[in-house]
């Protein structure tokens, strides 16, 4: 069975900062990593994913994460947050090949302070 | 990206009452949807997976007599809270599988804010 850890459940970072969520997973078969980004009272929305190919894959909004085979961790980082980026923020794993269900991690509230 | 839209987006009912919540892909078929609940400051757990003419698949501790799901067509899945309790008060959040490749991106309703009194 496949799990995800997010081992941050809250990141404090002041505007402009760095910020990374760590999100990592266990899976004894080949999977699919995802982050999703939710909005108090929202339902989610797709912020990137990994399927194959560049192990670095980048959203429109300056996030990028990195798939870590290795360290099986796929670690979500921002060079310079906005007050805009609050939010929780959902590391998901599936099993690769198609139409499968998400597992999610327990989520990371990052809140970006003036 | 598909659209997905769920309602209603929040409900207050009285306990012992049931509660039905629809959840519709609004520009394409979805032949499975899922059904997810989320408690505060928690994360989404899957309840159950629908599919579209035939019965639904439940995760383990759900309760398929309380939670009745219904997939009868390839645009709207109900999930239906019965005799609901105050305990059963949860976000609860619909989505289906899409885009490419191989349909691997999910797409989430809105999310029916649920709270039994």
């Known amino acids: 069975a496949q799990s995800v850890t997010q081992l941050d459940s809250q990141v404090p970072v002041f505007e402009e900062a760095p910020v990374e969520l760590r999100c990592n997973y266990s899976s004894s078969v080949s999977v699919y990593l995802f982050w999703y980004v939710q909005y108090p009272n929202q339902g989610l929305q797709l912020l990137l994913k990994?399927?194959?190919?560049?192990?670095l894959v980048e959203s429109i909004n300056g996030f990028e994460a990195e798939f870590n085979k290795s360290q099986t961790s796929f670690h979500l980082r921002k060079p310079s947050v906005h007050i805009s980026d609050t939010a929780e923020y959902f590391c998901a794993v599936s099993v690769s090949g198609g139409y499968n269900k998400l597992i999610f991690g327990a989520g990371t509230r990052l809140a970006v302070h003036p | 990206g598909a659209v997905v839209s769920q309602h209603p987006s929040w409900v207050i009912c009285k306990s012992g009452t049931s509660v039905k919540i629809e959840c519709r892909s609004l520009?394409?078929?979805?032949?499975?949807m899922f059904w997810y609940r989320q408690f505060p400051k928690q994360s989404l757990m899957l309840m159950a997976t629908s599919n579209e003419g035939s019965k639904a698949t439940y995760e383990q501790g759900v309760e398929k007599d309380k939670f009745l799901i219904n997939h009868a067509s390839l645009t709207l899945s109900t999930l239906t809270v019965t005799s609901a309790h105050p305990e059963d008060s949860s976000f609860y959040i619909c989505s289906t599988l899409g885009g490419a490749p191989m349909n691997t991106e999910a797409f989430f309703g809105q999310g029916t804010r649920l709270t039994v009194v």
């Open positions: 990994y399927l194959s190919g560049s192990t």
């Open positions: 520009d394409f078929q979805a032949t499975t």
